[in-house]
Nanobody
Framework: QVQLVESGGGLVQPGGSLRLSCALS????????MGWYRQAPGKQRELVAS???????NSADSVKGRFTISRDYAKNAVYLQMNSLKPEDTAVYYC??????????????WGQGTQVTVSS
C-alpha cells in the first residue's frame, strides 16, 4: 500500500523559512507527479506547487519567488522550501502524489497534512 509521510511543519515568524518534506513508500509503478497543496481555515484546498516527471513545475502565483519545490526521485520524496513566509501562508500543507497505471489512469494519494503557522 502507498503511504505518504510528511514532516517539517511548525510555527515561524513572518519572513522566516520552513522546509517541508514528504516521502512516498509502498508499491509504485510510475509517479507522474508529486506536489504540495494547502488548505487555510475557511478556504478550499489549493495547489501550492507540483513537479511532474522531467521536473516540470507548476505553482501558485502567490508563492512564486518564495517557495521552491524539489524532488528526490531515488527516494520518492518531494520537498518544499518556503522562504519569506507570510501570515497568509498559514495552512495545513498536504503532500500529494499522482501515480499512473499502465493505461495512464491516475491514482491520487495524500499525506495526513502538516500545520504551518506564520505568526509574530
Amino acid at each position: 500500500q502507498v503511504q505518504l509521510v510528511e514532516s517539517g511543519g511548525g510555527l515561524v515568524q513572518p519572513g522566516g523559512s520552513l522546509r517541508l518534506s514528504c516521502a512516498l513508500s509502498g508499491s509504485i509503478r510510475v509517479i507522474y507527479a508529486m506536489g504540495w497543496y494547502r488548505q487555510a481555515p475557511g478556504k478550499q484546498r489549493e495547489l501550492v506547487a507540483s513537479m511532474s516527471a522531467g521536473s516540470s513545475t507548476n505553482s501558485a502565483d502567490s508563492v512564486k519567488g518564495r517557495f521552491t519545490i524539489s524532488r528526490d526521485y531515488a527516494k520518492n520524496a518531494v520537498y518544499l522550501q518556503m522562504n519569506s513566509l507570510k501570515p497568509e501562508d498559514t495552512a495545513v500543507y498536504y503532500c500529494n502524489a499522482d501515480l499512473r497505471s499502465r493505461n495512464g489512469i491516475s491514482s491520487y494519494y495524500w499525506g495526513q497534512g502538516t500545520q504551518v503557522t506564520v505568526s509574530s
